[in-house]
């Protein structure tokens, strides 16, 4: 069954494109033309993309090497330990809504010190994987396509973070323990 499930999944992927191909022959649309325009708003968005990417890039720097994070750390901590939040996994919490890139390297740096087995690593894996990078998204899509009001879109992403968070540690309590 393992080998069967195996072979679907190296298959999958393939098969889309190829039906594609097929349906748009079957539709007699022109697939390389289509693909070419395609790439040259790509590539365009792409460019109209770089001011916020950079912009988001440099208020991520100065929030950690200011020393905002530390300090909200400190100021969280208490809260965190009535809720029951290990104080280790809370750069975390905090990076994870604004970089991937950063989440990822302290989840990275928890699987180093704790290990991938620890309850904090699983935790912090399962944070990651239950949560995305709100304000990145908003900044970055919202920015490109030029929508100015996010107000509802931010508290619903990061509401969507919290019980995300939220969840991951308690279910990794339940589970492991």
């Known amino acids: 069954m393992y080998d069967f499930i195996n072979q679907i999944t190296l298959w999958v992927v393939p098969g889309l494109i190829l039906f594609a191909l097929l349906y748009a022959s079957y539709r007699r649309v022109k697939i390389f033309d289509t ?36 300090l909200l750390s400190n100021l ?10 290990p104080a280790d996994l809370l750069p975390l919490a905090i990076m994870r809504p604004v970089s991937g890139s950063s989440a ?9 010190t704790f290990g991938p087995d620890s ?13 995305d ?20 879109a931010l508290n619903v992403g990061l509401i969507a973070d919290a019980a995300g968070i939220l969840a991951a540690v308690l279910v990794c309590r339940m589970v492991f323990g």
């Open 35 to 70: 693909f070419i325009e395609g790439a040259r708003e790509g590539f365009g968005m792409s460019v109209r993309l770089i001011p916020f990417l950079v912009g988001m890039i440099v208020a991520i720097g100065l929030f950690r090497e200011s020393g905002a994070m530390e």
């Open 76 to 85: 969280l901590i208490p809260l965190l330990n009535i809720i029951g939040i």
């Open 104 to 112: 990822l390297a302290i989840t990275t740096e928890l699987m180093n």
């Open 119 to 131: 309850l904090i690593g699983r935790m912090a894996a399962t944070m990651q994987g239950s949560t």
């Open 133 to 152: 990078t709100t304000l990145f998204v908003l900044t970055l899509y919202f920015g490109a396509v030029g929508i100015k009001k996010t107000r509802h």
